[in-house]
């Protein structure tokens, strides 16, 4: 890459460390980037966004960098931060601002003219469906370990027991947080019968027979040449199953 040029547009939250290699290596490169979350909207971010016969024009601005719609070469969307709304605002005019952001805001920067997606947030939101990752996996010829998706605790209790050793999954990592504000996670764990009680009806669980790993692989896919491979022995406690990440060409 020359330097200088069209920007890199890189919608991440800011802590995001993978974020920060990217831009590190693009300034390594003369590479000009601007870096924009989504979460900050509006309270830090403006948008300017105009429609004609001509396309999409206008412009973002952040705190620190200003970009036109037209002239973004390309887009590495890593994870940005959920919309937010004002503090102020009652819960319904909050809900509904936030979702004016998504798909105004959100909307704009999903058709940037011209510009290359690594990866496009809609099929980013497409791959976030379990159940597609699943099917399309098996459709490839892999091997997909048993697997119930279910809010009936009877079915749950039966599979467990047929499927030992078990674990349940999210079914998506969702923002999460405790009464008190404070960020929690949920996370991949063994799961016996006994423990499956009726709280699973409230909401969809997924259950799946553990896979027994001897390292953890994350692939990254671009284009259709250039692939990197990352590997790591597991640890000898770890309880975790393999699991598989890949990017799609955008």
């Not at 040029?5 to 490169?29: K, N």
Request: net charge neutral; charged share 25%.
């Amino acid at each position: 890459m020359g330097a200088g040029g069209q920007p890199v547009l890189v919608v991440s939250r800011l802590d995001d460390a993978t974020a920060d290699e990217v831009i590190t290596e693009l300034d390594r490169r003369r590479v000009p980037v601007v870096r924009l979350d989504p979460g900050n909207f509006p309270a830090a971010v403006t948008v300017n966004a105009t429609f004609d016969g001509a396309g999409a024009a206008g412009s973002l601005v952040t705190e620190t960098r200003a970009v036109d719609l037209d002239g973004v070469r390309s887009v590495y969307w890593r994870r940005p931060s959920p919309y937010t709304a004002d503090p102020a605002m009652s819960e319904p005019t909050a809900r509904w601002a936030v979702e004016e952001a998504r798909y105004g805001l959100g909307g704009t920067l999903a058709v940037l003219p011209g510009a290359h997606y690594v990866n496009h947030p809609w099929r980013n939101r497409d791959a976030e469906f379990k159940p597609a990752q699943l099917a399309v996996a098996a459709r490839c010829g892999l091997t997909v370990p048993p697997t119930l998706i279910t809010n009936d605790s009877g079915r749950a209790r039966a599979f467990v027991s047929t499927h030992q050793p078990a674990l349940y999954k999210p079914l998506r990592e969702t923002d999460y947080a405790g009464a008190d504000g404070r960020a929690l996670t949920v996370w991949v764990e063994n799961v016996d019968p006994e423990e499956i009680d009726d709280r699973v009806r409230h909401t969809a669980h997924l259950f799946q027979r553990r896979v027994p790993k001897t390292a953890d692989i994350r692939l990254t896919a671009v284009g259709e040449c250039g692939r990197r491979g990352h590997g790591s022995t597991a640890h000898p406690a770890s309880t975790g199953d393999a699991t598989t990440t890949s990017s799609a060409t955008p």
